[in-house]
């Protein structure tokens, strides 16, 4: 596998904005328009919607539209999601390669854009799994600095780095759409840190994302990387607020399983499972029997496949915050031997 190096951004750059699955803005304007400044007064960058952005109407085609012109402007240097949603799997697949492939640059999405991400890698252009305008930029209160910190990385400097693991932690939300609630600051509770498991080193190149997306490749049959490719990947995963049972999670990890991509791939990283939503909002010990059960159900069926490389769970990225844009398709190194995960942004 052959990636393309990504160029970084300078204050004053513009970047392309799109809905490639759920058009947020076209509901919840005010969470927008906040991020959006964000990226003006906080990031210096000069934020583009492409057209259908906004538009409650946009099809898949006017999305898929949206995504060329965003990749071969040449005047964009960088292309942001408003969110995810629950559409790519219904055309990301059949996009022409072309438009992507010859004109590499910084995509950032996560949740659904798993399947552009996805995309993206096989024709060997890097991304960031995750800085969305909803859900980061436009976090109610104040950005979270930790989310600050790797997006500025992977936005203007790059290089190797040591990954960290937050001292606290946020899953629960607040509604969108309600002005009061723009400055309050969410509800954050004490994190356990990553957990750790094997003890032999890893190094390969980052690929997966949503769970719950990457059940929609497997059952669809949309195009991933090849077994061979397996073998020179770290694989992460991490759900969604959907809040799927330990019992999904194993059927989808055993579907990876039986396809020879658990025996194959050089680790294995799961982000940390936000386990609230606003039709089950549970209590802390809910929560944590709910956060345990899912992580034995991984070490557990991970280990029936692969019995030897390193299982990290709990890592700040995915629907939780703060929340790392984890650089996807690019040299990743976990090392069990120093408890240490280290990516080139």
Known sequence: ???KPLPKLRPGDSVGIVSPSFVAPAVFPLEYELGMSRLREQFGLNPVPLPNATNPNATNEDKASDLIEAFTNPDIKAVITTIGGDHQIEYV?????????????PFFGYSDNSHLCNFLF???????????????????GSMDEMTSRYLRL???????????SSPDFNDED???????????????????????DGEHDAKGVSWGGCLESIDELLRHNAPIPSLADFENIVLFLETSEERPSDGYVMRVLR?????????????????????????QPLTDSEKERYTETQRQAVLKTVRRYNPTMPIVQNLDFGHTAPSICLPYGAPIEVAATRKQIACSF
């Not at 024709?123 to 436009?138: D, K, L, N, R």
Request: hydrophobic share 35%; net charge positive; glycine share 12%.
């Open 1 to 3: 596998m052959k990636f």
């Open 93 to 105: 697949h059949r996009l022409p390669p072309e438009p992507f492939r010859n004109n590499p640059k």
């Open 122 to 140: 096989r024709q060997g252009v890097p991304s960031f799994y995750g800085g969305c305008i909803y859900t980061e930029y436009a976090m109610q």
């Open 154 to 164: 992977a936005l203007f400097d790059g290089g190797t780095v040591a990954l960290d």
């Open 174 to 196: 607040l509604f969108w759409g309600k002005p009061e609630l723009l400055s309050k600051r969410r509800r954050y509770q004490p994190n356990s840190g990553w957990h750790w």
């Open 255 to 279: 579907a990876l399983g039986e396809r020879g991509i658990l025996a194959t791939v050089q680790g294995f990283l799961m982000g940390r499972p936000k386990a609230w939503n606003f039709e």
